[in-house]
């Protein structure tokens, strides 16, 4: 997954791939390795280089507050998952096929054939480096064919569902 981090003044390019069991994360070229677990609903532990870290990350937009002992620093992030999200809220009429936005794991479908939907409303909740997301309706309609289950791996781009 490709993010650029804006903190203060400065954009970061962030890679994060899920190896090993573990986070690579490469920032301006340097790859750190970490090994993280949430623990609570915002809060985590991440054991990196030796050393662990407590951190509790609040989610506003694309904002995120994180906080690490005393320190707390505001980062935000321009995630392309996200912008194909907003961009397909955008959609007009007809069949509108919705896609995995990152490779992971379906946790959960949470509509059946036939169910009418609304735009924003959840569909299918994929796991992907430990954080479950939930992909949501595009537009209001109808969901008429699923092509996923609970428990498969999936693809970035694969196709979850269509609505109509």
Do not use: C, W
Not at 64 to 74: F, I
Not at 87 to 95: A, M
Request: glycine share 10%; no cysteine; aromatic share 4%.
């Amino acid at each position: 997954m490709k993010l650029t981090a804006q903190i203060d003044d400065r954009l970061h390019e962030i890679v994060i791939e899920r190896r090993d069991a573990r986070f690579h994360v490469t920032v301006e070229g340097t790859e750190f390795v970490a090994d993280a677990r949430k623990l609570q609903r915002d809060s985590y532990s991440i054991l990196m280089n030796g050393r662990s870290y407590a951190v509790s990350v609040e989610v506003e937009g694309d904002r995120y507050t994180v906080r690490h002992g005393a320190a707390t620093q505001v980062v935000t992030l321009t995630d392309p998952s996200r912008r194909t999200r907003e961009e397909g809220r955008k959609v007009g009429g007809g069949p509108t096929t919705v896609t995995s936005v990152m490779p992971g794991k379906v946790v959960r479908v949470l509509v059946g054939v036939g169910d009418a939907v609304r735009a924003g409303q959840g569909l299918v909740v994929v796991e992907a480096m430990k954080m479950e997301n939930e992909i949501v309706s595009p537009k209001d309609g109808r969901v008429v064919v699923i092509q996923v289950e609970a428990g498969r791996p999936v693809e970035a781009g694969a196709p979850l569902l269509v609505v109509e």
